[in-house]
């Protein structure tokens, strides 16, 4: 809203309003209003859910090797992420632009999702939450509602990069003058940079394009439930969640900013996105949410993020990597995620399987994979056989397994940067 203002008063030649116009200034000004927020209204709603006696059921601390209780603790605290958010993106981003009304339909969608669950845990008192059947559904509609307008939108174009080969060895790279739907994405590690889905419906014939298009939606339904999943199981340490977000955060934004300049788009090589670049104010809303949340967030935790946070987040981080055409390289960037819900699939899947032949098999002592780094001997089921009983060692704390988790995230979003240039 203010930036319409103030290129409104741009006409009239008021003294600073042409600072509106730069990308960098409304970035930072979201940053900074996104930590301001957070902080300001992080406080009143602690407040206000303990004076209502709103707050998370007692924990099982027998998963805690160190005793630690969290009870009393408010949940529900991805509303603070969400106003976080919203706030500032309304004010200080251009509301025509496609991409981020995607990002805003997204935030508020999960956000309500996870916000149904939590009120069922909270206020019905039901542990189990909204049944995953539910939560899927919802994943799955706002997967394709994002699938479908990338690809009917005349407004979600790219400028394809093209190789051209100048003087022997040197290659130069080109853009297309014109912007046109395309299928293509960026895949790390190989050397032209690019996946066209439509190529790999060649099989269709003269269908292959509107064949690559349905692949393409699939595949948006398929990242942005993994994502959002991933990043809801890896919310059950203090501080984990928003950290290792905030962190993939920036890589994003770092992406979504190159994406959106051409000059620095031809020398990654890869696709020119005009317009991405209002991805950067609302990751910058993001990242200032992150943090701020984690003024709070942070062990001991005074609130809990619950699935109001944790699936948002992951919705949110999913659907910029699609329409900066890095989805591909979410197994990287997201590799934390990746782990956790990994670990959840092959203990559960093992232990059914090998229940099935009469015997109790577990892979790891605990899953996700975060609660296995904090499970003592005496808290394992004594009727189970473990193949991974040894490890680790000895349990940690849940602090240094958090900041252990962080320190992973940003060798990976590194590493994801680094594929750029590594082919």
Same mark, same amino acid.
């Given at each position: ?18 600072? =509106?116009? !730069? @990308? ?12 301001? @927020? ?42 603070? @992420?969400?106003?976080? /958010? *919203? ?21 508020? =969608? ?29 994943? +799955? ?11 009917m939108s005349p ?23 014109? &912007? ?16 066209? !889905?439509?190529?790999?419906? &060649? ?10 298009? /349905? ?15 991933? &990043? ?24 979504? !900013? ?6 620095? &788009? ?14 950067? +104010? ?12 984690? =003024? !709070? ?27 900066? %055409? ?5 197994? /990287? *960037?997201?590799?934390i995620f990746f +782990? ?15 229940? %099935?032949?009469?015997? #109790? ?7 996700? @994979? %975060?609660?296995?780094? #904090? ?18 060692? #000895?349990?940690? %704390? ?13 060798i990976l979003a ?7 240039? +590594?082919?």
């Amino acid at each position: 809203m203010l930036y319409y203002l103030f290129r409104f008063l741009d006409e009239f030649s008021i003294p600073g309003s042409h600072m =509106w116009s !730069y @990308i960098s200034f409304r970035s930072l000004l979201t940053l900074i209003l996104s930590l301001i @927020i957070s902080a300001w209204f992080g406080e009143k709603f602690i407040k206000y859910m303990k004076r209502k006696h709103i707050t998370e059921v007692q924990r099982d601390p027998s998963i805690d090797p160190f005793g630690v209780e969290k009870k009393g603790v408010p949940s529900m605290g991805g509303i603070i @992420i969400m106003v976080s /958010i *919203l706030v500032p993106v309304l004010l200080l981003g251009r509301m025509r632009n496609i991409y981020l009304i995607l990002m805003i339909v997204t935030t508020v =969608w999960l956000g309500f999702l996870g916000g149904l669950d939590d009120y069922i845990k909270i206020f019905r008192k039901n542990k189990d939450g909204l049944k995953g059947k539910y939560k899927i559904v919802g994943q +799955v509609t706002i997967g394709l509602i994002v699938g479908l307008v990338l690809w009917m939108s005349p407004d979600a174009k790219i400028n394809e990069n093209v190789e051209i080969e100048k003087q022997g060895q040197e290659i130069v790279v080109r853009h297309k003058s014109e &912007a046109v739907k395309s299928l293509k994405t960026t895949i790390p590690f190989v050397k032209n940079h690019n996946l066209d !889905y439509s190529e790999m419906m &060649a099989f269709c014939g003269k269908y292959k394009n509107a064949a690559g298009w /349905i692949l393409f939606v699939i595949m948006t339904i398929l990242v942005v439930t993994a994502v959002s999943n991933g &990043a809801n199981l890896n919310d059950g340490m203090d501080g984990m969640c928003a950290g290792t977000s905030a962190i993939i955060g920036v890589a994003l934004g770092i992406f979504a !900013y190159v994406s959106s300049h051409i000059e620095y &788009a031809s020398y990654l090589n890869i696709m020119y996105i005009p317009g991405s670049q209002e991805l950067v +104010v609302f990751l910058c809303a993001f990242i200032g949410a992150m943090i701020g949340f984690l =003024w !709070y967030n942070a062990y001991p935790a005074q609130v809990f993020m619950g699935d109001t946070g944790s699936l948002m987040i992951g919705g949110i981080i999913a659907v910029v990597a699609i329409i900066i %055409h890095k989805e591909l390289m979410l197994p /990287i *960037l997201c590799g934390i995620f990746f +782990v956790e819900s990994l670990s959840v699939i092959i203990q559960t899947q093992y232990f059914k399987y090998m229940k %099935h032949k009469g015997q #109790r098999v577990r892979i790891f002592r605990a899953a996700p @994979i %975060h609660d296995t780094f #904090r499970k003592l001997d005496s808290q394992l089921d004594p009727e189970s056989r473990y193949v991974l009983k040894k490890w680790p060692h #000895r349990p940690f %704390h849940e602090s240094k397994i958090t900041i252990r988790f962080w320190i992973v995230t940003i060798i990976l979003a590194a590493l994801t940067i680094i594929t750029l240039k +590594v082919r």
